[in-house]
T-cell receptor, first 115, second 113 residues
Framework: DAMVIQNPRYQVTQFGKPVTLSCSQTLNHNVMYWYQQKSSQAPKLLFHYYDKDFNNEADTPDNFQSRRPNTSFCFLDIRSPGLGDAAMYLC??????????????FGPGTRLLVL | DQQVKQNSPSLSVQEGRISILNCDYTNSMFDYFLWYKKYPAEGPTFLISISSIKDKNEDGRFTVFLNKSAKHLSLHIVPSQPGDSAVYFCAASARTSGSRLTFGEGTQLTVNP
């Protein structure tokens, strides 16, 4: 089945220790997104890649970086995690065409805990 | 400025009855609307969507209604089942903003057996 996969599902890191979350997709979608979701809140978009073009949201902290080495994979790097970065991190994909109306498909998420 | 609002944080319904989840928006540029369902510790699952050129879209037990003049949409689930218990997010996008999704805060639906 075509899908969005996130590994690991749960990640524990120490305060200030860099951590990388990964996302892969078999949908062959050209757009990949990273969201942060804290409990009981709406997902917050951090950035997205449209093919190789990186699009950062204006309020995304510099502590968050992303890489997309190929169509299938996208990584979220948190350079120096703080306690406030503990959250669910969601990867999503969509296909962007000329129509402009995209449906985003989400992975299961990675729950990050910062000690 | 919260452009998409789900004013009911929770809704409780009896199994077999209709669940109606509501969503209001303020941005008249929104032209595509989606509903997602989210179970605890999982990512949102796409349920159903509607384009602004339509006022109704149906998929099995799920129907979404769009009232553009009122800037209001609703999700109807009939009949409701205990497995429908989850948080439901309304989301909207506009072609003019790169199809970026704006989410509501979610409504926790509980379907009681």
């Amino acid at each position: 089945d075509a899908m969005v996969i996130q590994n690991p599902r749960y990640q524990v890191t120490q305060f200030g220790k860099p951590v990388t979350l990964s996302c892969s997709q078999t949908l062959n979608h050209n757009v990949m997104y990273w969201y942060q979701q804290k409990s009981s809140q709406a997902p917050k978009l951090l950035f997205h890649y449209y093919d190789k073009d990186f699009n950062n949201e204006a309020d995304t902290p510099d502590n968050f970086q992303s890489r997309r080495p190929n169509t299938s994979f996208c990584f979220l790097d948190i350079r120096s995690p703080g306690l406030g970065d503990a959250a669910m991190y969601l990867c999503a994909t969509s296909i962007r065409g000329r129509g402009g109306q995209e449906t985003q498909y989400f992975g299961p998420g990675t729950r990050l805990l910062v000690l | 400025d919260q452009q998409v609002k789900q004013n009911s944080p929770s809704l409780s319904v009896q199994e077999g009855r209709i669940s109606i989840l509501n969503c209001d928006y303020t941005n008249s540029m929104f032209d595509y609307f989606l509903w997602y369902k989210k179970y605890p510790a999982e990512g949102p699952t796409f349920l159903i969507s509607i384009s602004s050129i339509k006022d109704k879209n149906e998929d099995g037990r799920f129907t979404v209604f769009l009232n553009k003049s009122a800037k209001h949409l609703s999700l109807h689930i009939v009949p409701s089942q205990p497995g429908d218990s989850a948080v439901y997010f309304c989301a909207a996008s506009a072609r003019t903003s790169g199809s970026r999704l704006t989410f509501g805060e979610g409504t926790q639906l509980t379907v009681n057996p």
